[in-house]
């Protein structure tokens, strides 16, 4: 061959070999030896499926990375597993069955507000083991007949009331759905409400009614159940909050389905405008705001969890999972492993939400009672709607589903009511790189990825999203966000410019005849903890500021830990303040660290905030659980919801305050931490028509609890762990 077509085909060869090597680095072609894995083109695009056909022409194996589809259960003939798993389906067919066989009962309406398990003792849960005989399957009632409130307990093996007590407790149980939906429609039965609203220029195809549970204000409320009704245009908007008809208040009897009472006071208030309220996305004008690319977290080998039943295992964590009508979601029995020992160890054995307070601060007849107990009313789940799928939850999220039961008994499933899913936001587990002057060349970080656990309730106007956060070192986070929908209260003015100085609008001008009320969000958490067992400790730490004087460097003052072990409960109401630090240990004073701490958690607050209102307010007597932001109790199994058993309608006189001021022995006891997490909500224009979601939250966090960082010997992320894909030019 000639030297020059010699030197040409090894130009060439040397060019095709350089080109081969680009478009694999520039594409990212995984090893030959390695597994193809082929990316779902319907979702990444034109460069996509460039990739899979350069990737498929080794005639490897090639594996779909779309998520496999969860397999539903058959709630016909799904059984318990765990002793604190919900009733089944069938299990509350059978307590339908025995309440309608009851002689209480088969004479008289009755309505069931609670269908829940009866959890078995403690001790009896904390002993079982996987495999072993259940405790036997209870539950707990909740009736309404003959105006009475029944609190019985169904033993369904049995299969009759081993318990029935009536209640002689000020309040009522939380309204039924059925209680909501046909007090709503007593209204459109009276001659004269119907005669206000076609004065007011809405037609009654237009007519939207919620009802708002009317708190309580005295003597003269007392001995029926009362609602108040307040009704909405939705003409041209589905966003029929946005137009209320102002002052237009009805009362109405709950159980005798009659209006006791008509408001009218707001004749000349007009109804807000409908335009630009309708938050649907087929509402909106166009052109669109343009969509940031789709991310989406690939995880080709799956999730890290495995769920069985009701029970989550993942990472070093082990918990359980389960939908409840009135908390929305109980966490339970949540144990870490030690990566010392490999043994599990105990950290929490119920956490959930208790209570929710929600003040409007408007003192006008239409608005003074607007005070909502949102979980003792309402019911947080069955408030609950089903999640939606790639945007309330990402891609490989696994769904549980909550099941429940009507007034009448009837069992029904409320799918994908809880979501489970492993988050990664780009944040860091921990992290060092050392200083260049020391010439060592180290660089070590870990990625953190966090298992969440989440669920969102729509009570009326308000959406709230509750999520349970577990990260690998031990920590734990409660998080609850805002959104949905404001609250509004028509007005006159369209104008900022005609209010004048004198007037009180309780809120802000959003729009025109549009003004946002002022109120707060209380969220109360009851957080059973058992570090290592169940006798545990409260522990006030304050850093205590300390002054030197004539000391032997030119410093001047600094602040050292004062311990304080709470004895009583009245030594553990606490009201935070920024100017007298603390922090706030649950420790179990018979179990050490290897050099001799007592093994503990601290609760970590986040942004809060606290009630403004004097004492004696009837909607403060009711809620007074949020007097202080800490409480210890000594565990009560009576003792779960800090408004009390029957809230609705209730004076005040069964709380987390009352409970407190017994002041009962807590040192070294089973203890009961409750938290409240707290906002303060001025609306702004930004909050309208519908609201950007809000959050705060508060942490667990492992305080000599581990000998050391128990997250040190994990592994780091490597490039070739990860799927390859990339955009379209």
Partial sequence: MEPTSYRRVLFLLMASLLLLLSIRTWIRLPSLGSAKIELDCSEYGS???????????????????????????????????????????????????????????????????????????????????????????????????????????????????????????????????????????????????????????????????????????????????????????????????????????????????????????????????????????????????????????????????KIDGHQVKWGSWEFHVKPDPRAGMIISVATVKDPETGKMRRVLYKGFTSELFVPYMDTSEGWYFKTYLDAGEYGIGLTAMSLDPLNDCPRNAYYMDGVFATADGTPYVRSNMVCIFERYAGEIAWRHTECPITDMQIREVRPKVTLVVRMAASVGNYDYIVDW???????????????????????????????????????????????????????????????????????????????????????????????????????????????????????????????????????VPGATAASLLDHDDPPQLRAAFTNNQIWVTPYNKSEEWAGGQYVYQSKGDDTLAVWSDRDRPIENKDIVIWYTLGFHHLPCQEDYPIMPTVSSSFDLKPTNFFDRNPIMRTTPCYEKDLPTCAASS
């Fill in 47 to 305: 460069w996509c499926t460039f990739k899979n056909r350069i990737q498929s022409r080794s005639g490897a194996f090639i594996q779909r990375t779309k998520p496999k589809q969860q397999q539903k259960p058959d709630h016909e003939s799904e059984v318990a597993k765990h002793p604190l798993d919900p009733l089944t389906l069938r299990e509350i067919q059978r307590v339908q069955s025995i309440m309608q066989k009851t002689s209480i009962f088969n004479q008289s309406k009755f309505a069931l507000h609670s269908v829940v398990l009866e959890e078995p003792l403690k001790e009896e849960v904390l002993s079982w083991k996987a495999g072993s005989n259940l405790p036997t399957r209870k539950a707990s009632v909740i009736a309404w007949a003959d105006g009475h409130a029944y609190k019985l307990v169904v033993d369904l093996v049995l299969g009759q009331i081993v318990k029935n007590q009536i209640s002689h407790e000020n309040g009522y149980p939380a309204m039924t759905m059925e209680d909501m939906t046909s007090a709503a429609q007593v209204p459109l039965k009276s001659k004269e409400f119907v005669e206000i609203v076609e004065k007011r220029k809405v037609n009654m195809s237009d007519l939207a009614c919620g009802p708002i549970s009317s708190g309580w204000f005295g003597a003269g409320e007392e001995g029926l159940r009362l609602i108040k009704v307040m009704c909405f245009s939705s003409a041209g908007t589905a966003n029929y909050f946005m137009r209320p008809i102002e002052g237009l208040v009805v009362l109405v009897d709950m159980d005798a389905k009659k209006v006791l009472k008509i408001i009218d006071d707001g004749k000349d208030i007009p109804l807000p405008k409908a335009e630009g309220t309708d938050y649907r996305l087929s509402a909106q004008k166009y052109p669109l705001i343009p969509p940031l690319n789709p991310i989406s977290i690939e995880q080709p080998q799956g999730p890290s969890f």
């Fill in 469 to 603: 956060e577990f990260q690998t070192d031990g920590l734990i986070r409660a998080k609850v966000g805002l959104s949905g929908i404001l609250m509004i209260k028509g007005t006159k003015y369209e104008n900022v410019d005609q209010i004048n100085s004198t007037d009180e609008l309780h809120g802000t001008l959003l729009a025109e005849n549009s003004i946002g009320v002022s109120h707060d969000h209380y969220i109360t958490f009851y957080l059973d903890m058992d570090i290592d067992g169940k006798d545990n400790s409260f522990v006030q730490v304050e850093m205590a500021k300390q002054t030197v004087k004539n000391g032997p460097t030119p410093r001047k003052s600094f602040w050292k830990a004062e311990k304080h072990i709470a004895q009583t409960e009245k030594d553990a109401q606490i009201k935070l303040s920024l100017y007298q630090p603390a922090e706030f240990h649950v420790i179990n004073p018979s179990r050490k660290t290897n050099i001799g701490n007592p093994v503990g958690y601290k609760l």
